[in-house]
């Protein structure tokens, strides 16, 4: 009798699959960077999908130089604003903040996120950071960076979103000279990033709340014979008696979605700021119109509608050539169904 296989159900990676903590997603590692320094980090927040006819750029495809019909991702990106400088030193007990020079000006809706810091003497952390770079105690410059959703018509809120970025290129001076000349200012999506780019997208996935192990991680529902007990949505078993406990990997109820998820290697396709190219008759769905700049991603990203989205440089960029796509139209009809 041959030897029956039967592999578990679902995945048991992203374990314990918890519900995140915060709605902005966090990046752990970026790429070296090279070049000039500037920023290695942008966000927006999700607006809608369309489609696109674009000349296939991707090397050694079968479709390579035809025109291909490619979903589309598309995401409002007004400007972000520098509130604070970070220097991190790199101890044997993980890496631990120096000092941050905060902006002498932040708009009115940053405090709805976080109080800035009261009498703060942005000359004096300044100073401070430029004697531990000089004493070699600076390992890298992260600068604090917030949103505008106050800007977009289609986010219902005021409350900025706040993260760290990472200044990237050169060498720890020129990487704080830069996190100077941009501190308070504003920042727009061109200068971080450039059509035919590949970046890494995070966010927080769509929420589903309380799941059972059917739906959660895909086991089969039990049949006439093996459910006389009335629970057809249940495990068979949850283990054996030794050890007298019940494992992690039992496939059991709990939170499904709400989950931090980053997706590498996504191509920009193009950095816009005429929104009428890119909005649908009547509006996304759940969304309206786009009145910013916007970035238009190939392929989806993670999140619902209206969510923060994240974009860092590839930190595995696949070996292969990517050239500025040529696309040829954009599908603005209408999502109404």
């Known amino acids: ?31 070296k960077g090279d070049g000039e320094p500037k920023m290695q980090g942008f966000a927006g927040y999700k607006a809608g999908m ?70 703060h003497d942005i000359q004096a952390a300044l100073k401070k950071i430029e004697e531990s770079i000089s004493e070699g105690m600076v390992d890298d410059i992260f600068v604090l960076t917030y949103t505008l959703p ?24 020129a990487r704080f000279e830069y996190a100077k000349k941009i501190l308070g200012k504003e920042i727009s999506i061109s200068d971080v990033f450039k059509d035919g780019e590949l970046v890494d997208v ?33 495990v068979g078993t949850l283990g054996p008696w030794h050890p007298a406990r019940i494992r992690w990997q039992v496939p059991q109820l709990g939170q499904m979605g709400y989950h931090q998820r980053t997706e590498l290697n996504k191509q920009i396709l193009r950095i816009g700021s005429d929104s ?29 509608v209206k969510r923060l989205i994240r974009m860092r440089p590839a930190i595995r960029p696949p070996m292969v050539s990517k050239s500025i796509p040529e696309i040829i139209y954009i599908s603005t009809e209408s999502k109404q169904g």
């Open 50 to 119: 369309t489609h696109v006819l674009m000349l296939d750029n991707q090397t050694h495809s079968i479709t390579e130089g035809m025109e291909i019909s490619v979903p589309v991702t598309i995401l409002e990106t007004p400007s972000m604003k520098i509130a604070a400088i970070r220097a991190y030193d790199n101890t044997p007990y993980g890496t631990k903040s120096i000092t941050e020079a905060w902006a002498k000006e932040l708009d009115p809706e940053f405090s709805r996120s976080s109080p800035p810091p009261k009498n």
């Open 276 to 304: 009428e190219d890119v909005n649908p008759k009547g509006g996304f769905l759940k969304y309206g119109t786009i009145d910013n700049r916007f970035v238009m991603i190939k392929g989806t990203v993670p999140g619902s």
């Open 202 to 234: 995070a966010a927080i996935t769509k929420g589903k709340g309380t799941q059972g192990p059917v739906k959660r991680w895909g086991i089969q529902v039990r049949k006439h014979k093996h459910a006389r007990t009335g629970k057809k949505r249940h």
């Open 150 to 173: 106050a800007r977009i018509s289609g986010i219902p809120k005021k409350k900025p979103d706040v993260m760290e970025n990472r200044i990237g290129g050169g060498d720890i001076s």
């Open 1 to 31: 009798m041959p030897t029956r296989h039967r592999p578990r159900r679902g995945s048991l990676a992203f374990s314990p699959r918890k519900r995140a903590s915060k709605a902005v997603a966090r990046f752990r590692s970026w790429s």
